[in-house]
């Protein structure tokens, strides 16, 4: 069972959002796992059907296409669940699970998420959130790829990085993730040179400082007014 304190958990994941009856229920039901930072929790492809619970850490979540192209899903945290649509309907991962950090996380089959659910209906709402809103999530992409060219993309990534991930030092709002640039470009469908441009523009213009991967923020209140801009914008065509 983790012993990690709940106050880790991020707002609006599936733990954070369990009773803490429910939460004790699915890491009394798991095994208490970590993984290493480049660590693979489970294959685009694989058969298996366990559940993975991420107590603190980052994972990525990738897609492979058929000529060896890769696009980046999501970014999950501390609280939220991997690995569910396996777990749920017997088919074959969908796609890749990477550890972007060192992770401690909750590991459950299949069969003992399943029970939990049965006896725990507040578990069963929780993941019924958890999946609509994964899917909000793919369709606001899908929409925002679709009516916005790949400059406005990054900086509504960024700003989303920012809201999920930022950190906040005596410079700024860190965002606390070892992305590279092709991570970003694979995240918003486009290229590393268009990755490149726009975050030279937002460090001329005082927005951000970038290391090796790394960005600090340095005007937040800026980058969600362009931000904003990037989404009303969207919303009206």
């Not at 005596?170 to 606390?176: K, P, R, S, V």
């Given at each position: 069972m983790s012993t990690?304190?709940?106050?880790?958990?991020?707002?609006?994941?599936?733990?954070?959002?369990?009773?803490?009856?429910?939460?004790?229920?699915?890491?009394?039901?798991?095994?208490?796992?970590?993984?290493?930072?480049?660590?693979?929790?489970?294959?685009?492809?694989?058969?298996s059907r366990h559940v993975v619970l991420i107590e603190t850490g980052w994972a990525k979540i990738t897609v492979s296409g058929r000529h060896g192209s890769e696009a980046l899903l999501a970014i999950r945290g501390a609280g939220d669940i991997v690995g569910e649509l396996s777990a749920i309907d017997g088919r074959p991962r969908f796609a890749t699970v990477t550890a972007l950090t060192p992770i401690s996380a909750t590991v459950l089959s299949a069969e003992r998420l399943e029970q939990c659910m049965d006896a725990e209906?507040?578990?069963?709402?929780?993941?019924?959130?958890?999946?609509?809103?994964?899917l909000r999530e793919s369709d606001r992409r899908r929409a925002l790829h679709g009516a916005s060219n790949g400059d406005a993309r990054v900086i509504g990534l960024l700003q989303e990085l920012v809201e999920r991930n930022g950190v906040r030092t005596?410079?700024?709002?860190?965002?606390?993730?070892p992305l590279s640039q092709k991570d970003l470009a694979d995240a918003v469908a486009a290229s590393r040179e268009v990755v490149a441009r726009t975050m030279r523009v937002l460090r001329g213009r005082q927005v951000v400082v970038t290391r090796r991967r790394q960005i600090v923020v340095l005007r937040p209140d800026l980058l969600h007014s362009l931000a904003r801009s990037v989404s009303m914008s969207t919303d009206d065509r």
């Open positions: 990690e304190p709940d106050g880790d958990l991020l707002p609006g994941t599936f733990l954070r959002e369990l009773p803490p009856d429910g939460r004790t229920v699915l890491r009394q039901a798991g095994t208490a796992r970590r993984f290493r930072a480049g660590a693979v929790l489970f294959h685009q492809g694989d058969p209906g507040p578990i069963a709402r929780a993941l019924l959130r958890h999946l609509a809103a994964n005596g410079e700024g709002i860190m965002i606390n993730l």
